[in-house]
């Protein structure tokens, strides 16, 4: 798409082929990207682009800093509103009641591509130095005292280091001159209506006491402070954080509060304030001239200010109530719904009392709707219990019967369903193609095994058999192995049976015994119970 008048061009997708001849309609960002005013003349010509694989977007100032995931912001706006990116166009990435703006700075493969059905890796290019460090968060350290100034409705922000999570915080502002606010979150740049720690007092000292059992403080590592410039002038202040386990001593604004109804105390009509009476002319004189409360919540707030002071039309809150509702209950929260991975907002609560129990929002009760094929057992299973029919599995996995071992003590392969219940290698060297009901053949084979090994061994240097003359170094002559080999053979349906197997085989039944043997070891071995004719010896999984 280019206009022919300036030669700029930019890509994009067709949405729908419903407009007359000779008209196209297009986003607002198009006009933007195109210098286009309604009625304008464009060229469209069709092409076919690369998918796309890498993008660098340049912020075009320093609100950016504010998007707390870039993945899930990128990836939603660009996936609702975007089917192509063009090097040098600006986009648009809204998120909540904000709205930041991105060049698109770099490109791969090309300088325009397709960002449909791909995997986009995406960039940030920071700003210079000078530009990103214009209102950004600084640090200030617990027990250090920092000085600052801040113009009106301006925030100045600081980040809170060296941190003991184990004691409370006491964060005090000095206001040097003018009026401003404090707020306090555990994310960063808290404002007046977003935040979680806050005093709005009207006193030129103003403190947020914070408990070292407090739920928000214990789980999160930073605390970041918020300072909100109210005053016409230029707002100097002194912000000091120290540890303390006691909530600080009480302001004279709170003292007034304690005196109600003292004896020598009058109320000021116009603040509310006890004063003592010897200075209730002085104080109503300067009072009436200067301040002015709020009829709903009775903050007393100097003349001018109420402007600035509000309370919700349908619930009638203030600022610190709407900061909480924001980061609760609020339908337009932006959350990562836990099942499509997108920046979302959560909406409004669930009607399913078993996804309320869970905390699922309203977006991810739908979402976790969907289903998806179990692997283990081929059943459709609902997104939202898939944690639930995972542990299913896991029960039935833990109450299975272990299966029999080998009975070849030298092994550590599972049974096969053979007459001497040997594992299939085991067995191999004993099975015959001939018919043998009475196995009279099988135990002349086995008869031959145990009188080979007894009388000349496997040969093998790493053999541990005791039933081999390589094992035990201690070859015998024909009739005493004929004698040893008899009672083996008398229990050749019941008992353990000693034979040769190979390396590998060996070192695992040397590790089991070892195990086995060693107290560290007694979680990795278990015992068969189902052959209870059988030696007592160790079985590994």
């Given at each position: 798409i280019s206009n022919p008048r300036t030669q700029l061009i930019t890509h994009g997708g067709v949405l729908e082929f419903n407009a007359n001849d000779d008209r196209v309609y297009l986003p607002e960002w198009m006009y933007n990207s195109l210098s286009l005013v309604e009625g304008a003349e464009v060229t469209l010509r069709l092409k076919e682009l690369p998918k796309g694989t890498w993008v660098k977007f340049r912020p075009i100032d320093t609100e950016y800093k504010k998007i707390k995931d870039y993945r899930a912001a990128f990836e939603g706006y660009l996936r609702s509103h975007f089917t192509t990116?063009?090097?040098?166009?600006?986009?648009?990435?809204?998120?909540?009641?904000?709205?930041y703006q991105f060049i698109v700075e770099s490109l791969k493969p090309a300088k325009a591509v397709r960002v449909v059905d791909?995997?986009?890796?995406?960039?940030?290019?920071?700003?210079?130095?000078?530009?990103?460090?214009?209102?950004m968060d600084k640090d200030i350290h617990v027990g250090q005292t920092v000085e600052g100034s801040i113009q009106k409705n301006d925030y100045a922000y600081w980040n809170l280091k060296s941190i003991e999570k184990s004691r409370g915080l006491n964060i005090v502002l000095t206001i040097k001159e003018g009026d401003a606010d404090l707020v306090v979150s555990n994310v960063q740049f808290p404002k007046d209506d977003d935040h979680i720690w806050s005093n709005f007092s009207s006193d030129p000292s103003k403190s947020v006491f914070i408990a070292s059992t407090n739920f928000e403080y214990a789980t999160k590592d930073d605390i970041h402070i918020g300072v909100h410039g109210y005053g016409d002038?230029?707002?100097?202040?002194?912000?000091?954080?120290?540890?303390?386990?006691?909530?600080?001593?009480?302001?004279?604004?709170?003292?007034?509060?304690?005196n109600d109804h003292a004896p020598g105390y009058i109320q000021c009509r116009n603040c509310g304030s006890w004063i003592p009476e010897r200075t209730i002319a002085l104080h109503s004189n300067f009072c009436e001239r200067n301040n002015i409360m709020c009829s709903s919540c009775n903050k007393v707030m100097k003349k001018g200010e109420e402007k600035n002071h509000w309370h919700c039309?349908?619930?009638?809150?203030?600022?610190?109530?709407?900061?909480?509702?924001?980061?609760?209950?609020c339908p337009d929260k932006l959350i990562k719904c836990r099942f499509c991975l997108n920046l979302v907002k959560q909406g409004e609560l669930s009607t399913n009392q078993n996804d309320?129990?869970?905390?699922?929002?309203?977006?991810?009760?739908?979402?976790?709707?969907?289903t998806i094929t179990c692997l283990k057992c081929g059943k459709a299973v609902i997104l939202k219990n898939v944690a639930v029919h995972a542990k299913m599995h896991e029960v039935e996995k833990q109450n299975q019967r272990l299966p029999p071992l080998c009975r070849n003590a030298n092994c550590t392969r599972i049974s096969a369903d053979n007459s001497l219940k040997l594992?299939?290698?085991?067995?191999?060297?004993?099975?015959?193609?001939?018919?043998?009901?009475?196995?009279?053949?099988?135990?002349?084979?086995?008869?031959?095994?145990?009188?080979?090994?007894?009388?000349?061994?496997?040969?093998?240097?790493?053999?541990?058999?005791?039933?081999?003359?390589?094992g035990n170094s201690?070859?015998?002559?024909?009739?005493?192995?004929?004698?040893?080999?008899?009672?083996?053979?008398?229990?050749v349906q019941s008992a353990s049976m000693y034979f040769c197997v190979d390396e590998i085989t060996m070192k695992k039944r040397l590790l089991a015994n070892f195990l086995y043997k060693g107290e560290d070891g007694q979680d990795l071995v278990y015992e068969d119970d189902s052959r209870e004719d059988v030696s007592d010896r160790p079985k590994i999984l």
């Open positions: 990116l063009t090097t040098g166009e600006i986009l648009t990435i809204k998120q909540a009641n904000s709205s791909t995997d986009l890796e995406v960039e940030i290019s920071p700003l210079v130095d000078e530009e990103a460090s214009l209102n002038s230029s707002n100097p202040y002194e912000l000091t954080v120290t540890h303390s386990d006691q909530p600080p001593t009480m302001s004279e604004h709170s003292l007034e509060l304690i039309s349908k619930c009638d809150k203030s600022l610190p109530d709407l900061a909480y509702h924001r980061r609760t209950m309320i129990l869970e905390g699922f929002s309203s977006h991810e009760s739908y979402c976790g709707g969907r594992c299939t290698v085991c067995f191999g060297p004993f099975w015959s193609p001939t018919a043998d009901p009475t196995r009279q053949m099988l135990f002349r084979r086995v008869a031959r095994k145990y009188h080979h090994q007894l009388t000349v061994g496997c040969k093998n240097s790493w053999c541990k058999n005791e039933y081999c003359a390589t201690q070859p015998k002559d024909a009739t005493t192995a004929a004698t040893t080999l008899i009672p083996l053979l008398q229990q």
